[in-house]
């Protein structure tokens, strides 16, 4: 999906991943520059060049940090995948072409995927989480290589490589962790469905059970306005909230009374993080009905229209609620399930 | 720079990218056939079953190169049947051969299990139904993985006498390995991950939800927001058609989702009439409403219909940072 909405701005957390990022990509630098000065084995290695180009990455890191998310994101997946190819260069006509190519076609998706961030795609993010991962298996491959290598002793101590390649995996474990963060990557199938079938829910559902609160009737029919709230300006002069639940579904009863002629209009919306264009019937009449013991208001509107809702004497304890609904609560703070749609009782 | 025009262009750009990587499947599997027909008649070398596979891969690729850009899931579907197919071929070759030994004649088998599979899942989408995309992801990953270790190892292979045969063209499996991955990009494009049957639901509701919701953060641009106020101005198109005086369209954007919503005035009628749309095109179900009122504040538009619309849009600019 493509977003055109701004998003806001980092919160703490990963605002200091960024920042870690960032230090990890120095580091990276600072092992290459320290192998030059010393003279260690790693300096002559071809790909010492990619190694000193990590600063680049990590100082415009720095310079993202109280930009929104899809800065650093892009960022680091167009410099480090560009410096990762540079590194990849030296390798391509000297026999290891097989194993270079593959490692720059998944470099350049990943660059690819930066940018289409960049452009608001938030499947992107999830393709570049993806190609992370497949990264630190690159890394802990090249890592056990170079350890087992030294170990053989039949190659120069490769310590600052092992270094280099260390930090490099930590960049990817924490550019991964970045990405699993809350609302920046593209939201699960399941949960799409889940967040569509919620708004035809809240327009088209409603179980029988569902009530109201005996207290609040006279309130919603405008009998007693004492508890409703006027408005300054517009063609409303007033209106009054009251609550229809449905289960762990809470539904908003709007009332509201028109400025010129005095005409009582009464709205239905579940309270979830969208909002309807507004459906409301004028109220014409209404009364109290029992059946089968139960006490019911019923209410009418224009041609043909009416409705009715059970009366009870006291709304469901909250607590309990979120008891019955344990496994829906937890499946809103699971981290992976990163989504923003607050899914309120389904 | 114009930022919101450069954004638009690559945008673009990345719309015709899926159809352009069905065209390199397409181009690769021509090339790699004509390849290795080129050297069945130049060198003669191979078997008919050889032959037959690579004959497959040109027609395949030269049907995907015509019609590739028409149907992205049908060419997909016979992207992989022809890999599937081919893969099938060549390793069955190898074990009729009689050269192998027990570990490597189990490899192939493996690698022979892989195709059948990735046969199976294109067949499918050559139907033109997405399913089972992930077993096909999983397949085509497994694949690749098993091509890179052999490259990886192959130095060390070589020691192996049995093994000859499955190390006789690293480079053959490089190629394999590039279009085992080409097809793993094409699995991720939005039509075939929206193509699935939880996709298609998704969509729908999409629709749905863009008609009849709006994100709390709903905006339209002032432009817009002027336009709707005054009933004239620069959006506003004159049909006067005998129904409709004018109407205009303009875009809603929100956290999650947007919409387009068509402003209409009708000949001889006051209120404002709108239609709310997922997408421009197409309109037979829509969110149809009212508006009596039209009010705005320093940075929102409220819009009150007698029948009971009631509710309000943000005003912004629409260009990104």
């Not at chain 1, 802990?140 to 995996?169: H, R």
């Not at chain 1, 919603?220 to 002069?237: K, L, N, R, V, Y």
């Not at chain 2, 336009?227 to 004018?246: I, Q, R, S």
Request: aromatic share 10%; glycine share 8%; with cysteine.
């Amino acid at each position: 999906m493509i977003t055109e909405k701004l998003e806001p701005h980092m919160k703490i957390v990963p605002k200091i991943m960024v920042l870690a990022m960032s230090i990890c990509c120095i580091v990276c630098c600072g092992v290459g520059v320290y192998s030059i000065i010393f003279g260690k084995p790693f300096a002559s290695d071809p790909s010492i060049v990619s190694v000193l180009m990590m600063i680049i990455p990590g100082i415009l890191l720095l310079l993202t940090i109280n930009r929104p998310p899809r800065y650093p994101i892009s960022i680091f997946a167009v410099v480090v995948g560009i410096v990762d190819i540079i590194a990849n260069a030296p390798y391509f006509f000297s026999g290891y072409l097989s194993v270079v190519l593959p490692n720059v076609f998944v470099d350049l998706i990943f660059i690819a995927s930066g940018i289409h961030a960049f452009l608001g795609d938030q499947h992107s993010a999830s393709r570049l989480f993806y190609i992370s991962l497949i990264q630190i298996l690159f890394h802990t491959g090249s890592i056990l290589t170079v350890v087992v290598a030294n170990a053989m002793n039949d190659t120069p101590s490769l310590t600052e490589m092992t270094a280099f390649l260390s930090f490099s995996m930590a960049n990817y474990i924490l550019y991964t962790l970045f990405l699993l963060q809350p609302g920046i990557r593209e939201e699960t199938m399941e949960r799409k469905l889940k967040r569509g079938m919620t708004a035809v829910e809240a327009m088209l559902s409603i179980s029988p059970e569902a009530f109201i609160l005996r207290k609040d009737v006279p309130a919603i029919i405008g009998e007693d306005m004492s508890a409703w709230t006027p408005i300054q300006e517009g063609p409303i002069e007033c209106f009054h909230e009251a609550k229809l639940y449905d289960g762990n579904r809470i539904f908003k009863i709007t009332s509201k009374k028109w400025r010129d002629d005095g005409t009582l209009v009464i709205g239905i919306d579940q309270d979830i993080l969208t909002s309807s264009y507004g459906s409301t019937i004028c109220l014409r009449a209404h009364r109290i009905e029992e059946i089968d013991g139960e006490t019911y208001l019923r209410i009418y509107g224009d041609d043909g229209y009416f409705a009715r809702m059970l009366l009870r004497d006291k709304a469901p304890n909250a607590g309990i609620r979120r008891l019955i609904h344990k496994k829906e609560n937890e499946e809103k703070s699971n981290i992976i399930v990163d989504t923003e749609e607050a899914v309120i009782g389904q | 720079m114009d930022w919101q025009r450069v954004r638009s262009e690559l945008l673009c750009i990345y719309g015709v990218f899926p159809t352009f990587i069905a065209m390199v499947m397409g181009v690769l599997l021509t090339i790699r056939g004509i390849w290795e027909i080129y050297k069945y008649f130049s060198y003669g070398d191979m078997t008919g079953i050889a032959l037959i596979s690579h004959v497959v891969m040109l027609i395949a690729g030269i049907f995907i190169i015509i019609y590739g850009k028409k149907d992205m899931i049908r060419t997909i579907g016979l992207y992989a049947l022809t890999l599937g197919f081919t893969r099938l071929l060549l390793r069955y070759e190898m074990i009729q051969s009689g050269t192998l030994g027990p570990v490597t004649t189990l490899m192939v088998a493996v690698m022979m299990a892989l195709a059948l599979n990735l046969m199976y899942t294109g067949i499918s989408f050559a139907r033109g139904l997405v399913i089972r995309r992930t077993s096909m992801i999983l397949t085509t990953g497994a694949m690749t993985a098993f091509n890179l270790i052999l490259i990886v190892f192959a130095q060390y292979l070589e020691e192996i006498p049995e093994a000859a045969p499955l190390l006789a063209e690293m480079t053959t499996k490089m190629i394999e390995v590039l279009m085992y991955l080409v097809l793993i990009v094409m699995l991720d494009a939005e039509e075939i991950r929206y193509g699935t049957s939880d996709g298609k639901h998704i969509r729908h509701l999409d629709r749905i939800r863009a008609n009849y919701r709006i994100d709390k953060d709903a905006y339209i641009s002032p432009e817009a927001a002027d336009c709707l106020m005054n009933k004239a101005g620069p959006l506003w198109k004159e049909v006067n058609d005998g129904t409709v005086e004018k109407e205009m369209s303009f875009k809603v954007t929100g956290r999650s989702m947007g919409a387009v919503i068509i402003a209409q005035i009708w000949s001889g009628k006051e209120p404002l009439y709108l239609t709310v749309i997922p997408k421009d095109g197409t309109i037979v179900y829509a969110n149809r409403m009212k508006i009596d009122i039209v009010e705005r504040t320093d940075d929102a538009i409220h819009f009150y219909g007698r029948d009971g619309q009631d509710f309000h849009f943000g005003i912004e600019e629409e260009e990104l940072e």
